[in-house]
């Protein structure tokens, strides 16, 4: 019997070349939901416009570094592929779909194939691990609206996993492999920033990324070097989450540490660039001995075991 379930995996997305760089920093910017420009709605569009097209020059410098796109679509089927193969080892028939808010594939385009092949629900599993209502929330809204054009249910998905033993367990795979090394390094989790505004408006991002936290010193256990908290990706004049990643590191100076990602579960330009290029060139800088970055759980067997398992609970 044909399924009538997809699974959707969401994702923000990335450009593949160089051309698609602009496009991919309009949408972000013009998502009012992500980032809040100054103005009103109507205007943010117009703004998102002129703030593409200044970063424009300057991002395909970052990516032409880690060669000349990002890898996260590639990653991302990967990871697709990784359910879907435990899906089908379990019996199951369900579609499995990538679906990105700010390049393809977009959600729009998706529905209307899917909705042909026969499909009547749509299952959301997200590959941002913490709830947040600029990231999950604002791809969800974006699903909700065009399921609804399309007379598509969407069912209650899986829109979070910070304290999941599955997500967990390849970053302290990672982090021990790193101590192992570097024994005395401190341990700096590098969360994404995230708008004080939005924190303050009662968004759970900060209080999952500190679970997370809390979650993965519980698991490594105490190191002589310790463990802190920072975060990177900050946009802007405004305020934002704090310790920022570059104040923290300006701290360390003839020290070892570890960066240890903890928003992505995906290699792209905030891990590949920002961390590896951007912020090794600044622990040199300021004179940091070992800078080791821990990779994303990526295709790691107990991340995908961990999406499987969460898709299982909601499947119908």
């Keep these: 019997?044909?399924?009538?379930?997809?699974?959707?995996?969401?994702n923000l997305g990335g450009p593949v070349n160089l051309d698609q760089v602009e496009p991919f920093l309009y949408n972000l910017f013009a998502d009012r939901e992500l980032i809040r420009l100054p103005g009103p709605a109507w205007f943010q569009p117009t703004y998102a416009r002129g703030i593409a097209r200044v970063r424009a020059k300057a991002a395909q410098g970052r990516y032409v570094e880690i060669g000349g796109g990002s890898p996260l679509l590639k990653e991302s089927a990967a990871q697709a592929e990784g359910l879907r193969a435990r899906l089908r080892a379990a019996g199951r028939s369900e579609p499995v779909k990538l679906l990105f808010r700010y390049t393809q594939p977009r959600a729009a385009g998706l529905l209307k194939a899917l909705k042909r092949d026969g499909i009547t629900?749509?299952?959301?599993?997200?590959?941002?691990?913490?709830?947040c209502r600029a990231t999950t929330g604002s791809s969800l809204r974006e699903?909700?609206?065009?399921?609804?054009?399309?007379?598509?249910?969407?069912l209650p998905g899986v829109d979070s996993y910070a304290t999941d033993e599955g997500y967990l367990?390849?970053?302290?795979?990672?982090i021990r492999a790193a101590l192992?090394?570097?024994?005395?390094?401190?341990?700096i989790f590098s969360a994404h920033s995230l708008p004080m505004k939005q924190i303050e408006a009662g968004d759970p991002y900060e209080r999952e990324i500190k679970a997370t936290v809390k979650a993965l010193k519980a698991r490594i256990g105490d190191t002589p070097g310790g463990c802190v908290l920072a975060y990177q990706s900050r946009v802007g004049p405004i305020r934002w989450l704090s310790p920022s990643l570059r104040a923290t590191l300006k701290t360390f100076?003839?020290?070892d540490v570890i960066v240890v990602p903890i928003s992505f579960v995906s290699e792209h330009i905030e891990t590949l660039h920002e961390l590896d290029i951007q912020y090794r060139h600044l622990a040199a800088k300021v004179g940091?001995?070992?800078?080791?970055?821990?990779?994303?759980p990526g295709t790691h067997p107990a991340y995908l075991d961990?999406?499987?398992r969460r898709a299982m609970e909601r499947l119908p």
């Design 1 to 10: 019997m044909k399924p009538d379930t997809a699974i959707l995996l969401l």
């Design 121 to 131: 629900k749509l299952l959301p599993v997200t590959f941002y691990p913490h709830d």
């Design 143 to 154: 699903l909700q609206r065009e399921a609804k054009a399309m007379d598509l249910e969407v």
């Design 169 to 174: 367990a390849p970053l302290v795979e990672g």
């Design 180 to 187: 192992e090394e570097h024994p005395y390094a401190t341990v």
């Design 253 to 255: 100076a003839g020290r």
């Design 288 to 296: 940091i001995k070992a800078y080791v970055r821990v990779k994303t």
């Design 306 to 308: 961990c999406l499987f």
